[in-house]
């Protein structure tokens, strides 16, 4: 008679298979089963985390001039876990058409009357989800101390763009050099002028561009910062200043459906607006007096 044992393996052989065999068989079943679960943890967890990092996330659109300012508001904002993404653009329609696409959440570039007259002319559901810092303007020379001194038909550099241009032009007549039929309209073009004593020539180039002509123009309108950046000149050194006026603060921009999930936004804003690094930087880009807070 067989064993309980013997008669086991005398099945199992006929079976083709022995004890040791099943055994190994099972653990490269477990060994892959487990193997599977690791990775499809793995894969939660990822998915979490990715999750996690784009709800915590942050997109703003910006600038060049305003890059290390709001690099130094992102910075303070790390131990809180918001991550903040600065994207750079060279002009200044692409910030919005980003903003209305969806690709970031918000830009940093542009006032009230720029973003009315952008509004008006795409259609897009834009609005001021925030104010920031603004800056004076002014006229500048290279080559002339005083504006009496610009002589007939004197070049003078302007932006393009419809806002810059009239606020140009506005700051011309409040300088004496030109008269507009109503220095109060916003919009007002080269074909406003009713009165150019000197002449002057004009010619208009993208906002940004405005710094680099001040070598070869006889005057230009120019933005503190962009002089600056450019190390063409004195932001103070201006023949002639606009007064303060909060409407050309720079505004944080979203889409009017925007939902600042987390408080992200809301948190950057408040870091910029009481940040006694963001005064230091703006004091040194712009020249200490040359900006305002224009939420105050």
Request: proline share 4%; with cysteine.
């Amino acid at each position: 008679m067989l064993t309980l044992a013997q008669n086991f393996g005398s099945q199992a052989g006929n079976k083709g298979c022995t004890m040791p065999s099943l055994l190994r068989k099972n653990r490269k079943i477990w060994t892959i089963a487990i193997a599977a679960a690791v990775l499809a943890l793995s894969l939660i967890a990822y998915r979490w985390s990715t999750q996690h990092t784009q709800r915590n996330t942050l997109k703003i659109g910006i600038s060049p001039p305003y890059a290390e300012l709001l690099q130094s508001v992102a910075d303070d904002l790390k131990p809180q876990g918001i991550h903040v993404e600065l994207i750079e653009f060279s002009d200044w329609q692409a910030p919005n058409v980003a903003v209305q696409n969806g690709d970031i959440d918000a830009n940093f570039f542009q006032q009230s009357v720029f973003l009315a007259n952008a509004v008006q002319q795409t259609g897009y559901k834009l609005h001021a989800f925030a104010t920031g810092s603004g800056s004076h303007v002014g006229l500048y020379s290279k080559h002339y101390k005083t504006l009496d001194a610009l002589p007939q038909k004197a070049r003078v550099v302007i932006p393009s763009d419809p806002v810059n241009s009239a606020r140009a032009l506005i700051l011309l007549n409040r300088a004496g050099l030109i008269q507009l039929k109503d220095i109060k309209n916003e919009h007002s073009t080269l074909a406003d002028i009713v009165s150019n004593p000197k002449l002057l020539q004009f010619l208009e180039v993208e906002g940004p561009q405005t710094a680099l002509a001040y070598d070869d123009a006889d005057l230009i309108f120019g933005f503190p910062h962009y002089l600056n950046m450019a190390k063409k000149a004195d932001p103070h050194s201006a023949l002639f200043l606009d007064p303060i006026d909060k409407k050309y603060a720079i505004l944080f921009v979203t889409r009017k459906d925007y939902a600042d999930e987390n408080q992200k936004l809301a948190a950057f804003v408040s870091t910029f607006q009481n940040s006694e690094k963001v005064k230091a930087i703006l004091d040194r880009d712009f020249g200490k007096g040359m900006w305002f807070a224009g939420w105050k």
